[in-house]
């Protein structure tokens, strides 16, 4: 008899044992999927975030791209030509930025798809155009990744918007020194 209660004294005291432990692992589970969700939620925003970062940057690169272009039409066609090869990556930059970003996707396979999209040929004419920049923007393109995107992107825009300007400055020196030999000769 004594060893009968002993068994059903232990039997219970692994039962209660086991009772409250799984009570302390339930609780820890309920812990974490609320952290789960938490972290679900913020994920998401951070993503929504970057989204609209993306979109709002390609609305700022659109219109800089835009004023570029009006003003190399006026200028230079050699120009106009040069910023018309970027143009996939204007109109594109939201997609191309959410993909980089998301860390799926590198950069040139992205880029390409959007450029053959354009017009075949256009992936291979924006190499030849890149590989004639300036040594940075090609580390830029190289680099392959979302920080290379954006700074390639602000260089080539700030690169073509200075040689217009440089051609707005060169037509300025030429017509004063027209008006000055006219009004000597008058």
Not at 60 to 73: D, I, L, P
Not at 151 to 172: H, N, P, R
Request: aromatic share 12%.
């Amino acid at each position: 008899m004594f060893f009968a209660l002993v068994v059903i004294a232990i039997f219970v005291a692994v039962s209660v044992y086991f009772y409250f432990r799984s009570e302390r692992l339930q609780h820890d589970l309920v812990k974490q999927k609320r952290d789960t969700a938490q972290t679900r939620k913020s994920h998401k925003q951070l993503a929504d975030t970057v989204a609209s970062i993306g979109a709002k940057q390609q609305e700022f690169f659109t219109f800089r791209y835009n004023k570029v272009k009006e003003e190399a039409e006026r200028k230079s066609p050699a120009i106009l030509s040069d910023v018309k090869r970027i143009s996939p990556l204007v109109t594109n930059y939201a997609v191309i930025f959410n993909a980089c970003a998301g860390g799926k996707e590198q950069l040139k396979p992205t880029a390409q798809t959007y450029f053959e999209n354009h017009k075949p040929g256009a992936y291979k004419d924006f190499l030849t155009y890149i590989s004639g920049r300036e040594k940075h923007v090609a580390r830029m393109w190289s680099s392959n990744n979302l920080s290379g995107f954006m700074s390639m992107m602000e260089s080539l825009l700030t690169e073509q918007q200075q040689a217009l300007d440089k051609i707005k400055l060169v037509k300025k020196e030429e017509a004063p020194e027209e008006n000055i030999e006219f009004h000597k000769f008058s």
